[in-house]
C-alpha cells in the first residue's frame, strides 16, 4: 500500500551511460515532481507536472528528461551520466487540497 | 523568489533537552510553511504544516512550530527531544501563487542517549 514509490533503490553506474529512474503514486494526485538531494542534503526541485504536463523545470540540463505516461507515473531518464549527477533523487507527489507533498522513499544514484 | 534559511547546520542534544530550531524564509505574499523530517535512510515525512489561523501548530510526535509573520520565521521546537529524534530537519515554503516548495539547507539533529 505504499503510496509513492521509486525504482530503483540503488543505482550505480559508469559515466556516460543512461539511466531511468522510475516513480508511481497511488495516491490519485494530479501534480508530481522530481527533487534532487546533495552530498550535503541539499534538498533541490528539479521538474514539477500536473496531470502530465511539465509545469516547472528549473534549469536542469537538457541531459535530464522527465515523462509522464499518466498521472500516476513520473520517470526521469538521464542521459551521458556525468560525476555531478550522484546524489539521492527523490519523487513526489502533491495534495491539492492539503497542499501537502509526499515522498517517496528515494533513488541513490553513484556514477563512477 | 522564494528562498528559505536554516541557520543551525548540525544541533547535538542529551535526551530531554528541549529543542528550537531555527527557520527563516523570504517571500512577498502569503506563503504555506511546512516541517518536514528525515531520519537516517529513509525518505522525507511530513512534521507539520502551517496555513493560516493560530500560528502555533502542533504536529506529530511532540514537535510544534509557531509562524511569526512579522519575523518572517517558522521555528521548530519540542519540550524535550528522545534518541529516536536523531534525523535531518528541513523547513520549506510554498508560496501560494504556484505549487513550487523550497527547501532550506536542513538541520542535522542528533540526540545523544
Known amino acids: 500500500d505504499t503510496a509513492v514509490s521509486q525504482t530503483p533503490k540503488y543505482l550505480v553506474t559508469q559515466m556516460g551511460n543512461d539511466k531511468s529512474i522510475k516513480c508511481e503514486q497511488n495516491?490519485?494526485?494530479?501534480?508530481m515532481y522530481w527533487y534532487k538531494q546533495d552530498s550535503k542534503k541539499f534538498l533541490k526541485i528539479m521538474f514539477s507536472y500536473n496531470n502530465k504536463e511539465l509545469i516547472i523545470n528549473e534549469t536542469v540540463p537538457n541531459r535530464f528528461s522527465p515523462k509522464s505516461p499518466d498521472k500516476a507515473h513520473l520517470n526521469l531518464h538521464i542521459n551521458s551520466l556525468e560525476l555531478g549527477d550522484s546524489a539521492v533523487y527523490f519523487c513526489?507527489?502533491?495534495?491539492?487540497?492539503?497542499?501537502?507533498?509526499?515522498f517517496g522513499p528515494g533513488t541513490r544514484l553513484t556514477v563512477l | 523568489a522564494q528562498s528559505v534559511s536554516q541557520h543551525n547546520h548540525h544541533v547535538i542534544l542529551s535526551e530531554a533537552a528541549s529543542l528550537e530550531l531555527g527557520c527563516n524564509y523570504s517571500y512577498g505574499g502569503t506563503v504555506n510553511l511546512f516541517w518536514y523530517v528525515q531520519y537516517p535512510g529513509q525518505h522525507l515525512q511530513l512534521l507539520l504544516k502551517?496555513?493560516?489561523?493560530?500560528?502555533l501548530v502542533k504536529g506529530i510526535k511532540g514537535f510544534e512550530a509557531e509562524f511569526i509573520k512579522s519575523k518572517f520565521s517558522f521555528n521548530l521546537r519540542k519540550p524535550s527531544v528522545q534518541w529516536s529524534d536523531t534525523a535531518e530537519y528541513f523547513c520549506?515554503?510554498?508560496?501560494?501563487?504556484?505549487?513550487?516548495?523550497?527547501f532550506g539547507g536542513g538541520t542535522r539533529l542528533m540526540v545523544k542517549p
Open positions: 520549506a515554503v510554498n508560496g501560494r501563487a504556484g505549487n513550487m516548495l523550497t
Open positions: 513526489a507527489s502533491r495534495d491539492y487540497l492539503s497542499d501537502t507533498q509526499y
Open positions: 502551517y496555513f493560516s489561523g493560530d500560528p
Open positions: 495516491l490519485g494526485h494530479d501534480t
